[in-house]
T-cell receptor, first 113, second 108 residues
Framework: DTGVSQNPRHKITKRGQNVTFRCDPISEHNRLYWYRQTLGQGPEFLTY????????KSRLLSDRFSAERPKGSFSTLEIQRTEQGDSAMYLC???????????FGPGTRLTVT | TQLLEQSPQFLSIQEGENLTVYCNSSSVFSSLQWYRQEPGEGPVLLVT?????EVKKLKRLTFQFGDARKDSSLHITAAQPGDTGLYLCAGAEDKVIFGPGTSLSVIP
């Protein structure tokens, strides 16, 4: 296994469009996390899964954001009706469990024009 | 709300110099982690500290955890251009809360 992968690496979209990102975690990891990072800032927690169950969602996450992990393997993050403020790097991480090391993917950079 | 602060925000030094970056938390986490992130990549874990007063060394990097477990420092000896990157401290509970980072640039 080569680590956490994310697709696409870059996405440019027009305001108002919907976008979907995919994360493939390390295969035996049952925890999967999504973060958002803007330039010059640390990653900001969005949500996480234990297998297929979404255990927590940040209060900062608007209703336009939804994440799924249908079979407890890969995960998708969808943003509906994108806004310019959604422009950021979206990072995915996975771990073997709580309090275990998180391994990050390379991120998907979203630009909303 | 658990918050982490880091200082300085930016640091530019010459190759061979020593430096220290700091992390302060508004509360106690189960553990504190330090990550390094290069442009266009995800953060990579450098170390996890758990016990108050703990000191860990990773080659030229020395990590210290405060006795009260609410502050930490990262000291780099004889910095090299390869050390350039964003250094993030993070509080680890069931999820990880990141500080804003220190952007380090080491000039050859």
């Amino acid at each position: 296994d080569t680590g956490v992968s994310q697709n696409p690496r870059h996405k440019i979209t027009k305001r108002g469009q919907n976008v979907t990102f995919r994360c493939d975690p390390i295969s035996e990891h049952n925890r999967l996390y999504w973060y958002r990072q803007t330039l010059g800032q640390g990653p900001e927690f969005l949500t996480y899964f234990q297998n297929e169950a979404q255990l927590e969602k940040s209060r900062l996450l608007s209703d336009r954001f939804s994440a799924e992990r249908p079979k407890g393997s890969f995960s998708t993050l969808e943003i509906q009706r994108t806004e310019q403020g959604d422009s950021a790097m979206y990072l995915c991480a996975s771990s073997l469990g709580p309090f275990r090391e998180q391994y990050f993917g390379p991120g998907t950079r979203l630009t909303v024009t | 709300t658990q918050l982490l602060e880091q200082s300085p925000q930016f640091l530019s030094i010459q190759e061979g110099e020593n430096l220290t970056v700091y992390c302060n938390s508004s509360s106690v986490f189960s553990s504190l982690q330090w990550y390094r992130q290069e442009p266009g990549e995800g953060p990579v874990l450098l170390v996890t500290v758990v016990t108050g007063g703990e000191v860990k060394k990773l080659k030229r990097l020395t990590f210290q955890f405060g006795d009260a477990r609410k502050d930490s420092s990262l000291h780099i000896t004889a910095a090299q251009p390869g050390d350039t990157g964003l250094y993030l401290c993070a509080g680890a509970e069931d999820k990880v809360i990141f500080g804003p980072g220190t952007s380090l640039s080491v000039i050859p």
